[in-house]
């Protein structure tokens, strides 16, 4: 792995040039009024473009962490792992400006950026359920 810049920002790169970047929903309480949702989008430890965002949804939160990926590495012209046919991805992959591959992760597998984009996806939840009970 090897770390490359593209415009202001340092990104780990595998040896094909992908940027490495993890990506992860949360829910809790689908399908309820107290329904919270959740993603993370990981680039490394510290990293500026790190995110979280949050609101009442399904299980829909994964694919929107990694359009939310897919729309920051395209920003930036880097190249992102995986691709995924659904609506929201297929928008920012129309312009086919950058190459996507796309790798599973199995759950709670000890790789640093699963576990680091899944915490961050749940700390999302928890502000979004907070924000809810805040209104």
């Not at 989008?41 to 990694?66: D, I, M, P, W």
């Not at 920012?92 to 000890?110: F, N, R």
């Not at 749940?122 to 502000?127: G, L």
């Amino acid at each position: 792995m090897k770390l490359e810049k593209y415009c202001i920002y340092n990104f780990h790169q595998n040896e094909d040039g992908f940027v490495y970047v993890y990506t992860d929903g949360s829910w809790e309480g689908n399908g309820t009024a107290a329904a919270c949702a959740g993603l993370g989008v990981y680039f490394g430890e510290g990293h500026t473009l790190n995110a979280v965002s949050g609101r009442a949804t399904n299980n829909c939160r994964k694919f929107q962490a990694a359009a939310l990926a897919i729309r920051l590495a395209k920003q930036q012209g880097i190249t992102v792992k995986n691709q995924v046919d659904v609506e929201e991805l297929d928008r920012e992959l129309a312009d086919k400006s950058i190459k996507i591959k796309w790798s599973h992760v199995d759950v709670d597998c000890g790789i640093l950026g699963n576990e680091r984009a899944d915490a961050l996806a749940r700390e999302s939840s928890a502000i979004f359920r907070r924000q809810k009970v805040n209104r």
